[in-house]
């Protein structure tokens, strides 16, 4: 009998219970719910936050690459840069050296004291020389089996008689200044040769004077440059009224 009662007693008590058990297994649930969901928002935040590491990296590797080419384009445009820089130096130094060449020829050859001659022409030619101004025009130009022969007319315009004059003669083919021969390798194309004349120059007249120009030196002549001097002069006296 004491037993029973002691069930019964156990059995009030649970039913007394119950309702706060109850709420306080639906409060855990509730509880845990919660808890659940912050744990799978945690570990969504992780999976993200270890995506953003892992992609990280390759970012970086990406930008270093994009960096490392455009070193590379760089390097290269300095190297083309550097290229052109000693190309243009080297153009400049020929370029300096043509125009010195070319001042050369305007001063031998443009100047009155060397003068070009033209084989085909007989147009005269003003010669400044150490005794006065003289006018050289070619009478007549011919081939010979050892090279060319020239009668040259001088004409003295003072009034004075000279004597010992000296020619310095050069000839061959004519310099092209656009090709791709240099001035001083032109040059050294050209033969030479020093020419006395026994005669005397009698003022106001033409003296015909002949030169052979031997060797050749060119199968085609086109060019003769021509120097002049004198070792006498004598003055003619002015006629008094």
């Not at 006498?232 to 002015?238: A, D, E, S, T």
């Amino acid at each position: 009998m004491k037993q029973k009662v002691i069930i019964f007693g156990v059995i009030m008590l649970l039913c007394s219970l119950s309702p706060s058990v109850i709420s306080a297994q639906e409060d855990a649930k509730s509880r845990l719910g919660q808890l659940e969901a912050r744990t799978k928002s945690l570990e969504a935040s992780i999976k993200q936050l270890k995506l953003d590491i892992e992609t990280m990296p390759i970012k970086v590797n990406l930008d270093a690459e994009g960096v490392e080419k455009r070193i590379s384009h760089m390097e290269r445009n300095v190297d083309s840069l550097e290229t052109y820089i000693r190309e243009f130096t080297s153009n400049l130094t020929n370029f300096t050296k043509e125009i010195g060449n070319q001042i050369d020829v305007k001063v031998r050859v443009g100047g009155d004291k060397v003068i070009a001659l033209d084989p085909g022409s007989n147009k005269f030619t003003k010669i400044d020389t150490n005794g006065g101004v003289f006018l050289l025009a070619i009478n007549k130009f011919q081939a010979t089996e050892e090279g060319y022969r020239m009668l040259l007319n001088v004409g003295n315009l003072n009034n004075a008689t000279y004597t010992g004059l000296k020619f310095k003669l050069h000839w061959g083919k004519a310099w092209d200044p656009n090709s791709t021969v240099k001035y001083n390798q032109w040059r050294s194309t050209l033969v030479g040769g020093e020419y006395n004349y026994p005669g005397e120059l009698f003022s106001g007249e033409w003296t015909e004077i002949t030169f052979d120009l031997t060797p050749a030196g060119s199968h085609v002549l086109e060019y003769i440059e021509c120097e002049m001097e004198v070792e006498g002069v004598q003055l003619l006296k002015q006629p008094t009224e």
